[in-house]
């Protein structure tokens, strides 16, 4: 089983900040890594396919970064809406299909 | 426009059943591997199942194989999860979603869920 490790827990930013979110995987899943934002209350929502593909009707400010084990979503400038629970997801070798454990972004 | 319904989810005593159901709309539904995800409260998320489109292939979690069965109606456009033997740690929020093409098992198109209460 692939073990995808989210760093770090919780991030607190402000509004108009840069957020770096990290994902390393215990082996390499090529470049098959997805990344997803979760508010309360609601579903997740797919953000990054591929490690650096935005999904339909994700802003620009969203990209993805990485291959093989370590991979980075970066946020380039906050939204008010941005702050959530971001998990990453890796369909390289399945089953099973892993999620990382989560990474909270809070505002400052 | 993708609509998943899910419905079915409620208060079961431990040892107990439930048939989960997830109602599929504007896309072509039996094109599509289908999977179950969950999450227990407060807790991250956790894959369960996924279905192939047409060929009836499964896959399970380990936590899950041999309590729980996927299936899917195609005439009807909907995906199920029979649960068996319930236990404490399978409550959770259960979400059915969409891959996002052919067999490139990423979701993009999620429930909102239905929740599951396994307690006595």
């Known amino acids: 089983e692939i073990v995808l490790t989210q760093s770090p827990a919780t991030l607190s930013l402000s509004p108009g900040e840069r957020a770096t979110l990290s994902c390393r995987a215990s082996q390499s899943v090529s470049s098959y890594l997805a990344w997803y934002q979760q508010k309360p209350g609601q579903a997740p929502r797919l953000l990054i396919y591929?490690?650096?593909n935005r999904a339909t009707g994700i802003p620009a400010r969203f990209s993805g970064s990485g291959s093989g084990t370590d991979f980075t979503l970066t946020i380039s400038s906050l939204e008010p809406e941005d702050f959530a629970v971001y998990y990453c997801?890796?369909?390289?070798?399945?089953?099973?299909?892993?999620f990382g454990q989560g990474t909270r972004l809070e505002i400052k | 426009e993708v609509q998943l319904l899910e419905s079915g989810g409620g208060l079961e005593q431990p040892g107990g059943s439930l048939r989960l159901s997830c109602a599929a709309s504007?896309?072509?539904?039996?094109?599509?591997?289908m999977t179950w995800v969950r999450q227990a409260p407060g807790e991250g998320l956790e894959w369960v199942s996924t279905i192939s489109g047409t060929d009836g292939r499964t896959w399970y979690a380990d936590s899950v194989k041999g309590r729980f069965t996927i299936s899917r109606d195609n005439s009807k456009n909907t995906l199920f999860l029979q649960m068996n033997s319930l236990r404490a740690e399978d409550t959770a929020i259960y979400y059915c979603?969409?891959?996002?093409?052919?067999?490139?098992?990423?979701?993009?198109?999620w429930g909102r869920g239905t929740l599951v209460t396994v307690s006595s």
């Open positions: 591929d490690a650096s």
């Open positions: 504007g896309f072509t539904f039996s094109s599509y591997v």
């Open positions: 997801q890796q369909r390289s070798t399945w089953p099973p299909i892993t």
């Open positions: 979603a969409k891959v996002r093409r052919d067999h490139d098992v990423d979701f993009d198109y």
